[in-house]
């Protein structure tokens, strides 16, 4: 079984910083893109950030040179560096990878249960 933790949300005011984590546990044999996404009350969805194994990353255009996404392979950790925080960027923030459990499988994509990011006018 796998499962994806996230932390470190909360309350920030207009301007702010906030970094977040997703720490991937279980049976893994490798992690291949790790994401990013969020949802606002009444609204779907949304891809904010993107990262492949190599290290390629692809963000929101509303997020693009504000908020940074990283990884650390050998922690199967993925990070969100988010500066200069907007009203517009509450929500619930999701991570997502796509896990593969043995060398014979193929991945199988894999959600965690959602932190939450309030940023105050």
């Known amino acids: 079984q796998v499962q994806l933790v996230e932390s470190g949300g909360g309350l920030v005011q207009s301007g702010g910083s906030l970094r977040l984590s997703c720490a991937a546990s279980?049976?893994?044999?490798?992690?291949?893109?790790m994401a990013w996404y969020r949802q606002a009350p009444g609204k779907q969805r949304e891809l904010v950030a993107a990262?492949?194994?190599?290290?390629?990353?692809n963000y929101l255009d509303s997020v693009k040179g504000r908020f940074t996404i990283s990884r650390d392979n050998t922690q199967n950790t993925v990070y969100l560096q988010m500066n200069s925080l907007k009203p517009e960027d509450t929500g619930v923030y999701f991570c997502?990878?796509?896990?593969?459990?043995?060398?014979?499988?193929?991945?199988?994509?894999?959600w965690g249960q959602g932190t939450q990011v309030t940023v105050s006018s």
């Open positions: 990262i492949g194994r190599g290290g390629g990353t």
């Open positions: 997502n990878a796509d896990i593969a459990t043995s060398r014979y499988q193929s991945p199988s994509t894999y």
């Open positions: 279980g049976s893994i044999y490798i992690i291949h893109d």
